[in-house]
């Protein structure tokens, strides 16, 4: 003791300055370093917390992009396989349409054979009508100058001998 | 009721057949004079006609007509009656009385008509006969 009081070292005024401290640092403690120390740990927890939504939020950005990509694709798909089927369609009702234009065109260019086989046919007839008319006129006529009494004596003679 | 041609000409063939010459007198006149008071007298033409049929009918008269452009000659329708008796339209007719009609536009041949039946020889027939057959080939 007789040493430290030597030294100049006043023990009283230590051990006041360790209370002074242990009461500052309680003091600290309480009012400074708990509040801190929990705004630490709150900031901590809610960064931990940010980046946990932030990873959640990334990972259902990847989601919702992948079933985007997923939903894109399959509509893809589909509006193929709808241009194919209407290609499909499209040929098939063109290829109906030419059968059928052809039908209709070999109908029109056999009636219009028929047409002229029957119009020729009746040409025909018609001159041949025409021909035998004037046969019978000019047969009559050289007949009427021919046949005088004697004549028609003899086609009378004739006619009843055939009966 | 109203009366026919035929059945007055029946009618009177009945009144005058197998009746002598007096009563067929008497009978016609009777007729005429049913005849007008039917007011049919305008029919008269037609009853004579149908008279005249069954008269030949009954009697087996045979009525052509015979036309041809000149008048036939008398062997000419012997001929004719001779060959008719044959054909089997004529069977069972005793006699073949002609109506002559001479007709220019026969040309040549004749043309006989007997009843609804007609035998057409005439030049004029065979001409158009050839025509038809030139518009059929």
Redesign the interface.
């Known amino acids: 003791m007789e040493l430290i009081e030597k030294l100049g070292i006043d023990w009283r005024l230590i051990i006041a300055q360790m209370v002074n401290f242990l009461i500052l640092l309680a003091v600290l403690y309480k009012f400074l370093y708990k509040p801190v120390l929990k705004m630490l740990t709150d900031r901590t927890k809610k960064i931990e917390q940010g980046i946990k939504d932030a990873e959640r939020i990334k990972d259902e950005l990847v989601k919702a992009e992948t079933q985007k990509e997923q939903k894109i694709l399959a509509a893809k798909k589909e509006a193929e396989s709808i241009v194919l089927s209407a290609q499909k369609v499209a040929e098939e009702n063109r290829q109906k349409y030419l059968a059928q234009t052809k039908k209709e065109a070999q109908e029109v260019v056999d009636k219009a054979k028929v047409q002229i086989a029957n119009e020729k046919e009746k040409m025909i007839?018609e001159v041949?009508?025409d021909?035998?008319?004037m046969?019978?006129m000019a047969?009559?006529k050289v007949?009427?100058d021919v046949?005088d009494?004697e004549?028609?004596?003899k086609?009378?003679?004739h006619?009843?001998?055939?009966? | 009721m109203k009366i026919k041609p035929k059945q007055y000409a029946q009618t009177l063939f009945e009144i005058t057949n197998e009746a002598s010459k007096d009563q067929v007198d008497a009978a016609v006149e009777g007729f005429v004079g049913l005849v007008a008071k039917k007011g049919d007298l305008k029919q008269w033409p037609m009853i004579i006609e149908y008279f005249v049929k069954i008269y030949n009918k009954t009697n087996k008269i045979a009525e052509i007509r015979v036309n041809s452009k000149n008048k036939l000659t008398t062997s000419h329708l012997n001929s004719l009656e001779e060959k008719l008796k044959k054909l089997v339209i004529f069977e069972g007719y005793k006699d073949f009385k002609f109506i002559e009609n001479t007709n220019h536009d026969l040309i040549g041949g004749v043309k006989i008509e007997f009843e609804d039946q007609v035998i057409d020889t005439s030049l004029k027939s065979r001409v158009e006969q050839l025509k038809i057959k030139m518009s059929q080939n």
């Open positions: 007839k041949r009508a021909v035998s008319d046969v019978a047969t009559n007949l009427e046949v009494e004549v028609d004596k086609v009378v003679e006619t009843i001998s055939k009966l």
